[in-house]
């Protein structure tokens, strides 16, 4: 298979810094678009995959995952998009589409495993994937998204990851006018599932543990906010949430979030991989016919129905644009939710 040399940031150890590199992407095959990235939201899955945080990291590892750019060449069989085009790449760049979860369209759920857009399976080349932090990337055109004109390119690179992450969940239960539903955090996950539950017509809600947030979870859409550390006010709430999407990203107590949900409620859990801690309630779950779930990104056709509905109400993520060159900085100020709410790298910084 022939390749081709560009330029990308990486990380060559868990305990690096990312740098400049050069990472080899493949020529485009019948089927494939290659994209001048023009901008790469920064999610918490890159920090935890450079810092090997859930093990598995193939180094060297080159991030990046909400992707946006400019479609530079097509493949001779490529109809979905054409050069001149945007385009956007989310979290994943192939799958079997072969199993049942594929032919349902949840190529998230691929049965035989999906491939990411970095730390997975290059299957021409035989290494690892990469990510968006580089000047290009060639991905088969069916893992490739339209972006509506009418957005603001920067700010639709959080959608791809983000985005969809929180509008999976709302759309699988069925969330629309009059649904009542509750979001657990307010970062780069929760400020977006504020704004599409709103899109869909529901009263929303943020749980919050700071006074802090209160002005900006309302400003961003919420119709309360509820302060989850105050007994009184988290009293007042119970047994009113048909749906809890959890946005919060490390170890924290489900319980006093189960016993919000209404009859047959769910609480879906998005933000955070790993054990509970402590131990979950059945009590409340099995006297309410309540749930605890979880759920991961979507599929193709979700992202787009995601994206399209975005362009139709006007929605985005809330950025800070950064240059390349800033990518340590602004992992250690992610860790301390310093940034409100994602970051997004204008790649044009690469070519400084």
């Known amino acids: ?169 709302l759309r699988h239960w069925n969330v629309g006018k009059d649904s009542k539903v509750a979001v657990v955090g307010l970062g780069g996950l929760g400020h977006m599932a504020i704004k599409l539950a709103k899109g869909l017509g529901a009263h929303v809600t943020l749980f919050s543990r700071t006074p802090e947030k209160i002005d900006d979870g309302l400003e961003l859409g919420a119709d309360l906010v509820v302060i989850s550390t105050d007994a009184e006010q988290m009293k007042k709430v119970q047994g009113k949430f048909d749906l809890i999407i959890d946005t919060v990203p490390y170890i924290h107590d489900l319980n006093p979030y189960v016993n919000t949900l209404n009859i047959n409620g769910t609480l879906v859990v998005v933000g955070y991989l790993g054990g509970l801690e402590p131990m979950l309630n059945t009590v409340p779950m099995i006297l309410g016919r309540r749930s605890v779930a979880g759920s991961v990104i979507g599929g193709i056709a979700e992202t787009q129905e995601m994206l399209d509905f975005c362009g139709v109400h006007n929605i985005v993520s809330e950025i800070e644009i950064i240059k390349i060159q800033d990518i340590n900085v602004a992992y250690e100020r992610m860790i301390k939710s310093d940034v409100r709410y994602r970051f997004v790298i204008d790649m044009a910084s690469l070519k400084q």
């Open 1 to 169: 298979m022939e390749k081709y040399t560009v330029k990308a940031f990486g990380t060559e150890a868990k305990d690096a810094d990312l740098k400049q590199m050069s990472i080899e992407r493949r020529e485009i095959t019948a089927k494939d678009i290659e994209i001048e990235i023009l901008y790469c939201g920064v999610c918490h899955s890159d920090l935890h995959t450079a810092r090997n945080d859930w093990g598995g990291t193939i180094y060297p590892a080159v991030p990046g995952h909400e992707i946006v750019g400019k479609i530079t060449r097509v493949g001779s069989e490529v109809t979905k998009l054409k050069v001149g085009d945007i385009g956007a790449v989310g979290c994943l760049v192939d799958s079997c589409r072969e199993c049942s979860s594929c032919k349902q369209d949840l190529e998230q759920y691929c049965l035989n495993g999906m491939t990411g857009t970095y730390n997975g399976k290059e299957k021409y080349l035989g290494n690892q994937t990469f990510g968006g932090y580089s000047e290009k990337i060639v991905v088969d055109e069916h893992f490739v998204l339209k972006v509506p004109s009418n957005l603001e390119l920067s700010a639709v690179a959080p959608l791809l990851c983000a985005g969809i992450t929180t509008w999976s969940p």
